[in-house]
């Protein structure tokens, strides 16, 4: 099936660092969002984007849906202890079909305090 | 509001006997997704349900596995006789467009 590369698997930060990861396709998508997930617990939606170049920020998260449609992008700004866990990206391709959601591999972020 | 539930949260089976697993979506979501992780790793896509039906199956791992949807709501994804290789989170969603809601999950493992 479709895959899509997210990287790093893992980042072990300092406090108050910024965090960067990103996810990437062969192919295009039309829709990428961005998941975190805390053990024992769901993924919880952070953002969604929906239009190539779309920069959108929930709070210190940022993320962008890239140019080429084939990429997207979260930034954590001044990272916090509750920021711990495991970053998903996941989208919708063409591909694919309208209702399945690809999933990354995910980012675990680990912050030492 | 209340999001999506899952139950039971564990559950602990044998090698070879049925489990049932339950989903209540949120209110007035349309679709309804199964997935399943294993431990360590990203998320499978096993079924999705546009109101009571089912368009796409084409995840579901094996024909153990089997799922249903009625009154637009309540979902059970069922896989009998399991196998160990079935122990794993499973995972229910539901949405009203793009953006999916995930419950808690079930943690299911076989012995």
């Known amino acids: 099936g479709q895959q899509l590369n997210q990287s790093p698997q893992s980042m072990f930060i300092q406090e108050g660092e910024d965090v960067s990861m990103n996810c990437t396709s062969s192919?295009?998508?039309?829709?990428w969002l961005w998941y975190k997930q805390d053990p024992g617990e769901g993924p919880v939606l952070l953002i969604a984007l929906y239009k190539a170049g779309e920069l959108t920020s929930n709070g210190r998260l940022t993320a962008q849906f890239g140019i080429t449609r084939k990429d997207s992008f979260l930034n954590i700004s001044a990272s916090i202890p509750s920021d711990v866990g495991i970053y998903f990206c996941a989208g919708y391709s063409p591909i694919q079909g309208a209702q399945k959601l690809v999933f990354g591999q995910g980012t675990r972020l680990t912050i030492n305090p | 509001g209340a999001g999506v539930s899952q139950s039971p949260s564990n559950k602990v089976t044998e090698k070879g006997k049925d489990v049932e697993l339950r989903c209540d979506p949120i209110?007035?979501?349309?679709?309804l997704y199964w997935y399943r992780q294993r431990l360590g790793q990203g998320l499978e896509f096993l079924i999705y349900f546009q109101g009571n039906s089912a368009p796409d199956k084409s995840g579901l791992p094996s024909d153990r596995f089997s799922a249903e949807r009625t009154g637009e709501s309540v979902s059970t994804l069922t896989i009998q006789r399991t196998q160990q290789e079935d122990s794993a989170v499973y995972l229910c969603a539901s949405s009203r467009s793009y953006e999916q809601y995930f419950g808690p999950g079930t943690r299911l493992t076989v012995t």
């Open positions: 192919s295009i998508f039309n829709t």
């Open positions: 209110s007035g979501h349309t679709a």
